[in-house]
């Protein structure tokens, strides 16, 4: 088993985005105060993260392009973490440490 962990920035403001909803596969949580989730334990290999970033822009009513943000990743043996850079109407994502 791997594990794995993701961190939201909302790049536009040079904030963590706390309380956006984020999906790995079937399994759902919420970005802390810091904009982090610890998935915990993972199978290795292909997964989907879905990162609700209409309802979480619409919720600050703040316009955005996006509904949802779809990544397709591939998670290793050890620890992946995932990082997404989040502005209203951009995005960029990297593996990180």
Do not use: C, K, N
């Amino acid at each position: 088993m791997s594990t794995a962990s993701t961190h939201v920035l909302d790049a536009a403001r040079g904030l963590p985005a706390a309380g956006l909803t984020v999906a790995l596969g079937t399994r759902q949580a919420v970005t802390d105060a810091d904009g982090r989730i610890a998935w915990g334990e993972v199978t290795p290999g292909r997964h989907v993260l879905t990162f609700a970033v209409g309802d979480w822009f619409g919720a600050q009513d703040r316009e955005t392009f996006f509904g949802q943000v779809v990544l397709d990743v591939v998670l290793g043996p050890d620890h992946t973490h995932v990082a997404l850079l989040l502005s209203p109407f951009a995005y960029t994502t990297y593996r990180g440490s």
